[in-house]
């Protein structure tokens, strides 16, 4: 079977890992401005130089470079986030700041310039650091608004031009990373389930109030939620360990129930009784929810694998899901399993379940990687593993077209290396084309095609048929 011809095939970036100038044209700060080293290490009292990502790879100044080099590999989508903090510094402002739109009319337009159709995530893992600071981000109500305010903003600025829009990136994360996914600045181990669940709700409601005024604003436009989703897989077929599998996919199946069917799953309650939860629900909060996205993002990796006595097993490497070893999979650089079969799974599974288009918003594989020069002097990188992990991945999306599920587009993580999000380091690429710039801040800025580069354009130019 062959992939639909308006498939869209593309790669997906987020502000804080690219963009850099943190404090140009009236940008405020964020909370990664202040997270040095990801969630793998403490937060700042301001930014420090050693966090890369205040320069990132300079897409802020290299757009226009950066762009062509995506439509030079025929992209026919760009996904990439709007930096909340240069469109309301502080969060707290009722007029925006003009610079910061047009910074984002530029890009939007150089995509359009070249056929690219942008794909918009309005919150990438971060949000102005004054609200965290404030509010302690979502966990306030109030933060509901803030972010309304500024999603309706860039909405009406931008709705004649881009008809792809997520709301929150990885909105599940929250409950594991509530500083990454909903700008908690209270360490983690301070909060309680009540706060995380409660700050999770927050976002959803906020969700739905966006994807609302999105359909009113402009019925063409296509709204989806957008979910970090490794399928769960039991270590073994005991009983309780498929239990086990099963309870933990539906923590998954939470926050994708709320935004597709418009109210919380049945096994809330029981979620909630178990982690000592009470929502504070208003019946306005109920009343927003019911208004649903228009299609499910998700990001895979790799899936996870749990059981009933977890201590009995080894560990897998992973960076914010991380599940238990799975012996029938290989595994990366950096240990992380790859399970192409596991993207074939989870859109059977997702679409079975919830009917609706799904949109492949992130996949692709963390490397440790040195330029070569080639005889004729062309300096590139040899990262056949991102070949074969690509290639297997988009068979295994291929299979799942042929199985019936209505997948609409795959964006590569990182087609242009960037700042990793959980540890902030440079040094774990997942790009097409590779950024001159180490781990200690070093390096030129130049971007290199890699070998990946001339495949992915040749897959795209055959539309999957060439892998
Ligand atoms: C996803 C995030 O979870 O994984 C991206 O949405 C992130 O922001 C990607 O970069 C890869 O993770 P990392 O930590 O290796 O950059």
């Not at 979502?138 to 008809?163: E, G, N, P, W």
Request: glycine share 6%; with cysteine; aromatic share 12%.
């Amino acid at each position: 079977m062959s992939f639909p011809q308006n498939f869209l095939w593309g790669g997906a970036l987020a502000a804080n890992q690219c963009e850099g100038a943190y404090q140009e044209d009236g940008k405020g700060l964020s909370q990664q401005d202040v997270m040095p080293r990801g969630v793998q290490g403490p937060v700042t009292a301001g930014p420090t130089p050693d966090n890369l990502k205040l320069i990132g790879t300079d897409f802020y100044h290299r757009y226009e470079q950066d762009i062509a080099l995506l439509a030079e590999m025929g992209f026919r989508v760009f996904r990439f986030s709007i930096a909340w903090s240069r469109i309301y510094p502080t969060g707290l402002e009722t007029t925006p700041n003009e610079a910061g739109l047009q910074f984002y009319d530029k890009v939007i337009d150089t995509c359009l310039r070249y056929g690219i159709q942008p794909l918009i995530t309005l919150s990438h893992y971060e949000m102005p650091l004054e609200l965290c600071r404030v509010y302690d981000g979502f966990r306030s109500r109030k933060t509901i608004d803030c972010f309304v305010r500024y999603a309706q903003t860039v909405l009406r600025r931008y709705h004649d031009r881009v008809r792809y829009w997520l709301t929150f990136n990885e909105i599940n994360v929250t409950l594991i990373s509530p500083l990454l996914g909903a700008g908690v600045m209270t360490p983690k181990r301070e909060l309680t389930a009540q706060d995380r669940y409660q700050a999770a709700h927050h976002q959803l409601v906020a969700s739905a109030l966006v994807t609302r005024f999105a359909h009113e604003l402009d019925p063409e436009l296509r709204i989806g939620c957008m979910a970090a989703s490794a399928p769960r897989y039991p270590m073994t077929c005991a009983p309780d360990d498929v239990m086990t599998a099963m309870l933990s996919q539906q923590e998954l199946d939470y926050f994708i129930t709320v935004h597709c069917i418009g109210e919380y799953p049945y096994y809330a309650q029981r979620l909630w009784r178990e982690n000592g939860v009470s929502l504070e629900i208003t019946p306005e909060d109920r009343e927003a929810l019911r208004h649903t996205v228009d299609f499910i993002s998700f990001s895979y990796y790799s899936s996870k694998v749990v059981a009933a006595d977890e201590s009995r097993y080894a560990m897998a490497n992973g960076n914010i899901m991380r599940g238990l070893k799975n012996p029938y999979v290989p595994v990366s650089d950096y240990n992380y399993p790859i399970d192409p079969e596991g993207l074939r799974y989870i859109l059977n599974y997702l679409y079975d379940r919830f009917h609706k288009p799904l949109f492949v918003a992130e996949n692709g594989i963390g490397a440790r990687e040195t330029l070569i020069r080639l005889p004729d002097g062309t300096l590139t990188v040899d990262d056949q593993a991102r070949i074969d992990f690509h290639r297997e991945h988009i068979r295994a999306m291929e299979r799942a077209l042929e199985d019936g599920v209505d997948v609409f587009g795959y964006t590569s993580w990182g087609p242009i290396d960037c700042v990793s999000a959980a540890s902030a380091e440079m040094t774990k690429r997942y790009g097409f084309v590779y950024v001159d710039r180490n781990q200690d801040g070093s390096g030129t800025l130049e971007r290199y095609r890699k070998k990946s580069f001339y495949w992915y354009k040749k897959v795209i130019v055959t539309n999957g048929a060439d892998l």
